[in-house]
């Protein structure tokens, strides 16, 4: 698959506004349903091949706050996979630095209010071998990661 030039603007702080605004406007249509509605990522490549999106819970390493976002997954047997994207901007999502500092955490998925998870950052043999099922599952992390100089962490949950 050829990649999509970067789009001009991409670093611009609006584009990281857009996506927070976004999120939060995500997280409470998602909670309303029970995940009927927002359970599924329908934007870019998820277009043509919808993605299942959970709810992240995760707490401000430095804030304390609690924070919520929605995210893409990869059902993975019991594990769930996220990607650490944030649309190829040049930096990890706040969501990341929060995981690897407090990783006992919980998500929400359609139909489940609350399952206990450890996050942790895929190994390099996992995100090898991850990589390209996270590309078939939304094909624009391919565009993501080479829109960016940095390595797009992978993030495993495991069950706790």
């Known amino acids: 698959m050829a990649v999509k030039a970067k789009p001009e603007g991409l670093d611009k702080p609006i584009v990281g506004k857009i996506i927070k605004y976004g999120a939060r406007a995500h997280v409470p249509v998602f909670r309303l349903t029970n995940g009927r509605i927002g359970s599924k990522w329908r934007i870019g490549a998820g277009w043509k091949k919808p993605v299942p999106t959970l709810l992240l819970n995760h707490v401000g390493r430095k804030s304390g706050t609690r924070f919520t976002t929605p995210l ?3 059902a993975d047997g019991p594990r769930l996979v996220v990607v650490a994207s944030q649309g190829g901007l040049p930096k990890n999502p706040q969501w990341f630095h929060n995981l690897v500092a407090s990783p006992e955490t919980t998500v929400e998925l359609r139909g489940e209010r609350s399952r206990a998870v450890r996050a942790r950052v895929a190994t390099p043999e ?3 071998a991850l990589w390209p099922r996270l590309v078939d599952l939304y094909a624009d992390f391919e565009s993501y990661q080479a ?5 797009i962490p992978v993030v495993v949950l495991d069950p706790r």
């Not at 829109?147 to 390595?151: M, Y």
């Open 72 to 74: 893409l997954y990869l």
């Open 126 to 128: 996992e995100r090898t």
């Open 147 to 151: 829109w960016t100089d940095r390595e």
